[in-house]
């Protein structure tokens, strides 16, 4: 049993109110990574880096558990790279640079070792590699999961149309899902965005927790309320690994197990926010895990047999 | 066992993106009435109506368990009136007439037949009316809960603080948190305002929800994700009805059974919000709510055991 994982590993240069940092590693598909791999392995990688991605990162994430089989390395190129910086109320940023570097010319390859994967996490990336993604593997997934942004929605909506058509969960911002419905109402938007093709679809909405939607049903996951975030880059991956990871550990896709799921990826995401980079998915153990999943029981738990 | 509530009875004219109301009913205290006698009566309300105010709407409230000793009925004035016009976002409105008219000489009194109350609220008026009635009281009631406003903050902080210093739950919103204690983080907030005097604080985050903070724990509340918001009026003060109501109800003022009032201070806030006024609120049975309290339930229960 295993989850095939897309998305970029990359260089990141980032500013918050907090602090700055110059060159760490980042990419969506590290994030994803990190988080998936406390939950469940193998992580089956698919991403391009150049020659100046770690070799001790690369160490670091084969340990636990993710494969490079389809992780190309570029010997005479950079890896992609990133700067944003965060305004102070850590919603909202300005891309600074993107310097595509070996993404230019990506052109993922699923190895034949990935073929047979139960599971598919399309991290956030150009919607026409997703797609080839999907269309490389010979057995469909149980479930394929779709990252994406609103990047993609304002530069190749085509693209990613076709793409909704072959996924089962979609996960978005709030602001992204009202881009892609036109509706300011999230109830309406959900309706909208679930005829394009997803079954499932969760909308993110930061420090205001997350919703599911699933035909007529809902759920409301919270966030933990913080007390400061540190950076925000990369809570959405953690998120998605959290999700991914907690769907192969259960090997089950009904909506009441992807409340969990939820839940699960909003505990990876709290950890995120509380360095720069992945450095806290890195260092959480499994009993910080299950006290932080314990305080979300606390946070959103009540009895109604009182009323 | 009864719950003295102290709020203005009034007009409303109100303007939402779906539609236009001239004169309705309205004011925090009749919100808050309608709520909580859906919950638990009598409610012992503390008020004050000029010679406009509908006799039919005050043999409504008589009918469902609303004690008038403590409301002052003016011959020769009229009822407050305020008038709004929310923005398309519904988040925010701008105020457009306000006629104190006989709240501008209004001197609550509490009857002696109301004196002995287990719990008080406090609803959205001047603090120093607010103040009044606490001390009017012979004995404490066992909880006093304080809704407020940003108005208030802006032009009567002082005498704000020193009802704070007599209350135990303080019931605003997120941008009244932020105004009140200078921080930016709820989390930040939230601590330095249970410094003033509170010993349980409610931060109201429309539709993402609500957070229950005392000492060290913190509860999340979901919104019910609706479709439409058809008018906002009223709709904290149908919260603080639920709330209180359910209290009273249940005669249990531990955070766990706050947890659940807050639920239901989130179901009363949903109906209200379906139509002008508290129209909502009159035509619900005990059946709609107990259906929307499942609604919660479904909304916000998850199984972690699986994880």
């Known amino acids: 049993m295993a989850i095939i994982s897309l998305g970029s590993m ?3 240069a ?21 988080a998936a791999s406390h939950l469940t392995q193998p992580i089956q990688q698919i991403s391009i880096v150049g020659n100046d991605f770690p070799h001790e990162e690369i160490d670091e994430l084969q340990k636990r558990g993710v494969q490079f089989d389809g992780v190309e390395i570029v010997p005479d190129q950079k890896s992609f790279f990133w700067s944003g910086k965060y305004h102070l109320d850590m919603n909202s940023r300005d891309t600074l640079v993107t310097d595509l570097n070996v993404l230019a010319n990506f052109n993922p390859q699923v190895p034949e070792t990935y073929q047979g994967a139960e599971y598919l996490m399309l991290g956030n990336l150009m919607p026409t590699l997703q797609l080839s993604v999907i269309e490389q593997l010979r057995k469909r997934p149980d479930l394929v999961v779709l990252d994406t942004m609103n990047y993609w929605m304002a530069t190749a909506m085509e693209d990613l149309k076709k793409v909704l058509l072959k996924i089962d969960v979609l996960l978005i911002n709030d602001s992204e899902a009202r881009e892609l419905s036109n509706e300011y109402s ?7 965005i679930l005829q394009l093709g997803p079954k499932f679809l969760v909308i993110k909405k930061g ?13 409301f996951a919270p966030a933990l309320p913080l007390e400061e975030v540190f950076d925000p880059t990369g809570a959405g991956d953690a998120f998605a690994g959290g999700f991914i990871g907690h769907i192969d550990h259960t090997k089950n896709i009904s909506f009441e197990n992807m409340k969990t799921a939820i839940i699960v990826g909003s505990a990876m995401a709290s950890f995120c926010v509380e360095k720069f980079g992945p450095q806290r998915l890195k260092e959480i153990s499994r009993q910080d895990i299950d006290k932080r999943l314990s305080e979300f029981v606390q946070l959103s738990n009540f009895n109604i047999s009182l009323v």
């Open 10 to 12: 990359a260089f990141d």
């Open 14 to 34: 980032i500013e918050t109110p907090f602090g700055k940092v110059d060159k760490i590693v980042g990419g969506s598909g590290t994030y994803v990574a990190y």
């Open 186 to 192: 999230l109830v309406k938007a959900a309706k909208k």
């Open 207 to 219: 420090e205001h927790g997350a919703l599911l939607f699933n035909e007529d049903r809902v759920f």
